[in-house]
């Protein structure tokens, strides 16, 4: 078995002392520590966006291509392929950029490690050597809240074009996302918990964003149908049940299962998590194309 151990947070906190200065148009700049120009950058990873569309043929995905929406130069509702390039928005400084590297850096890393491991249980002669991989739950929040950040730039318009919807970012979530303060009060990564769930594969990547009333609430991701839903506001009743299924708060790992070998990506978590893992069986492709027949 294969494990890496625990997995310490990344900093993400300029470093010390503060510039105490700002730049116009950056996120950040309530924080006023600013540094360098307005810097451009892809609101999900750029190296994340070139390993989608260069893994595709290894992973199924025909002539590696991105579909993308909701992008200035788009109809609200048109969709179209292209570059990786593409997607970029000016949305923090060039200090406040290289600050968050570390989690574009675990994100790649955990995205990765999902398709590897979903790969190898679905060929047809499967090792069974077992596998578990470890990440910072932490960091993969952060993550997933820079890249809300990055698509607020679109504007409310292309982000929800049926609901009124404002899509001002908080200074709170700022000071989350440069580790400043702290997720409190049940926000943060929450997934959808029902045993069973059956992963088909392929590099399908969404966001979307969530909202509460009129107000930015989260971020939806799915990733080979298995999803990752930030929530920044209290969006659960009682029985913590959202989006069609019950939500696990930060859980401690994804186990995935073919019947012949067993592999893990664990999430390290420093607070409270749920202690229910996601447990993913995965089907080799004869028994998926039986299921699809």
């Given at each position: 078995?294969?494990?890496?151990?625990?997995?310490?947070?990344?900093?993400?906190?300029?470093?010390?002392?503060?510039?105490?200065?700002?730049?116009?148009?950056?996120?950040?700049?309530?924080?006023?520590?600013?540094?360098?120009?307005?810097?451009?950058?892809?609101?999900?990873?750029?190296?994340?966006?070139?390993?989608?569309?260069?893994?595709?043929?290894?992973f199924?995905m025909?002539?590696?291509?991105?579909?993308?929406?909701?992008?200035?130069?788009?109809?609200?509702?048109?969709?179209?392929?292209?570059?990786?390039?593409?997607?970029?928005?000016?949305?923090?400084?060039?200090?406040?950029?290289?600050?968050?590297?570390?989690?574009?850096?675990?994100?790649?890393?955990?995205?990765?490690?999902?398709?590897?491991?979903?790969?190898q249980?679905?060929?047809?002669?499967?090792?069974?050597?077992?596998d578990?991989?470890?990440?910072?739950g932490?960091?993969?929040?952060?993550?997933?809240?820079?890249v809300?950040?990055?698509?607020?730039?679109?504007?409310?318009?292309?982000?929800?074009?049926?609901?009124?919807?404002?899509?001002?970012?908080?200074?709170?979530?700022?000071?989350?996302?440069?580790?400043?303060?702290?997720?409190?009060?049940?926000?943060?990564?929450?997934?959808?918990?029902?045993?069973?769930?059956?992963?088909?594969?392929?590099?399908?990547f969404?966001?979307?964003?969530?909202?509460?009333?009129?107000?930015?609430?989260?971020?939806?991701?799915?990733?080979?149908?298995?999803a990752?839903?930030?929530?920044l506001?209290?969006?659960?009743?009682?029985?913590?049940?959202?989006?069609?299924?019950?939500?696990?708060?930060?859980?401690?790992?994804?186990?995935?299962?073919?019947?012949?070998?067993?592999?893990?990506?664990?999430?390290?978590?420093?607070?409270?998590?749920?202690?229910?893992?996601?447990?993913?069986?995965?089907?080799?492709?004869?028994?998926?194309?039986?299921?699809?027949?």
């Amino acid at each position: 078995m294969v494990n890496s151990g625990y997995r310490e947070q990344a900093n993400t906190t300029p470093p010390r002392p503060k510039t105490g200065h700002v730049v116009e148009g950056c996120l950040g700049a309530a924080l006023e520590d600013c540094g360098g120009k307005l810097s451009g950058d892809h609101y999900i990873s750029k190296a994340l966006l070139k390993w989608l569309n260069e893994a595709g043929d290894s992973f199924g995905m025909p002539g590696a291509s991105l579909i993308a929406r909701g992008i200035p130069g788009l109809a609200p509702d048109e969709q179209r392929s292209m570059p990786p390039s593409a997607l970029t928005v000016k949305t923090f400084c060039q200090r406040h950029n290289s600050a968050l590297s570390p989690i574009d850096d675990e994100a790649l890393r955990f995205f990765v490690s999902l398709a590897e491991i979903t790969a190898q249980l679905q060929a047809s002669q499967t090792s069974r050597v077992h596998d578990v991989r470890t990440f910072n739950g932490h960091d993969l929040e952060r993550w997933f809240l820079k890249v809300l950040c990055g698509m607020t730039a679109f504007g409310a318009s292309r982000l929800f074009t049926d609901l009124p919807v404002s899509v001002d970012i908080e200074r709170e979530w700022i000071e989350m996302l440069f580790g400043l303060s702290l997720f409190t009060d049940g926000r943060g990564l929450y997934c959808p918990g029902t045993l069973g769930k059956i992963t088909y594969g392929g590099l399908g990547f969404s966001v979307d964003p969530l909202a509460k009333g009129v107000s930015l609430a989260g971020l939806s991701t799915e990733f080979q149908g298995l999803a990752f839903n930030l929530f920044l506001r209290p969006v659960f009743g009682p029985d913590q049940s959202a989006l069609g299924d019950t939500q696990l708060f930060r859980p401690p790992a994804l186990h995935f299962s073919n019947g012949v070998a067993e592999k893990a990506l664990v999430l390290c978590w420093d607070s409270t998590a749920d202690d229910r893992s996601i447990h993913i069986r995965v089907h080799p492709p004869e028994i998926r194309r039986a299921l699809d027949a």
